[in-house]
């Protein structure tokens, strides 16, 4: 098996993760022939088939074949990046690599799409996962919107004194405008735990205790590089299944992706529409 950690050149300590971001940039204008992208979409568990509906795929490439991005460690994650052009013109950057923190290869692995996508040109990021509910009412296959979240890696991608404000990271005028295609659709606290073991009972209590209504593996650490890079943020979590302690049966990565694969046309439907109105 070829080992995605050599010849990155992000695990180099002394390279400036914004240069390679940058020189991704160029390799995706040069392979897909879209100079710049207005909106990114990074698309997780279940969410997958969102990219044939949001508009036309001008270009698909491997995501190996842009600089700095590793090999996909996951069955149901797509390791590719599309060009997709919405009906209204935009320019939609879909990416199908999504590096997890429980890699560990490191933050700036985990937010190099994120900082890629902002050096394209993109000023809208779209973050969605599949996760576990804390709420009672929620029910497996059921999307809901971000509307904060919890840093509990205790790792972050801002380096050296970088003092960056979090208020309204999962934009509040995106969650209103999500909400005008679906009315019925509920927010709630995103946790990220670091994984890749799902949560305790206990962890997710402590989730509960400290205002958490989601528990997941991503995206807290991509929300803050993308408000860093200057982007406004949406945040969608598929709930695949309610977190460990809440369902009384035990978790599975495989009952996880099921979930993902029978909600996909509604929530692939539901992301299409919100992305094309932004
Ligand atoms: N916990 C963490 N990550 C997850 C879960 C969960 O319950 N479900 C899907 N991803």
């Not at 392979?31 to 795929?57: C, N, P, Q, Y």
């Not at 979240?149 to 979090?166: K, V």
């Not at 679906?182 to 735990?193: A, I, N, R, S």
């Amino acid at each position: 098996m070829s080992d995605s950690t050599t010849d990155n050149p992000l695990d180099d300590p002394a390279a400036d993760p914004f240069a390679v971001a940058a020189q991704a940039a160029d390799d995706i204008a040069r392979l897909t022939g879209v100079d710049r992208h207005d909106i990114a979409l990074t698309l997780g568990s279940g969410w997958g088939k969102a990219a044939e509906l949001i508009g036309e795929t001008t270009a698909t490439i491997d995501a190996t074949d842009v600089t700095g991005f590793g090999r996909p460690a996951l069955e149901g994650h797509v390791g590719t990046l599309r060009s997709v052009v919405t009906a209204r013109g935009k320019r939609v950057l879909v990416i199908g690599a999504r590096t997890h923190f429980y890699e560990g290869h490191g933050v700036r692995r985990v937010v190099h799409s994120v900082r890629t996508a902002a050096a394209t040109g993109a000023k809208t990021m779209v973050l969605t996962n599949g996760a576990g509910g804390v709420r009672h009412e929620w029910h497996p296959g059921q999307p809901v919107l971000i509307s904060d979240h919890i840093n509990l890696t205790a790792a972050s991608p801002l380096e050296g004194a970088t003092f960056i404000d979090l208020t309204d990271l999962y934009s509040l005028r995106l969650r209103d405008l999500a909400r005008t295609i679906d009315p019925t659709l509920e927010e709630g606290v995103y946790c990220q735990f670091r994984g890749p073991q799902y949560e305790t009972p206990a962890e997710v209590r402590m989730a509960k205790a400290i205002g958490g209504h989601i528990v997941g593996m991503s995206t807290a650490l991509e929300a803050i590089a993308a408000r860093q890079a200057g982007m406004e943020i949406l945040g969608f979590s598929l709930i695949t299944n309610l977190a460990a302690g809440i369902q009384t049966t035990p978790l599975s990565h495989q009952e996880v992706i099921e979930a993902g694969r029978q909600a996909e046309p509604v929530i692939s439907s539901l992301l299409a529409r919100v992305i094309g109105a932004l």
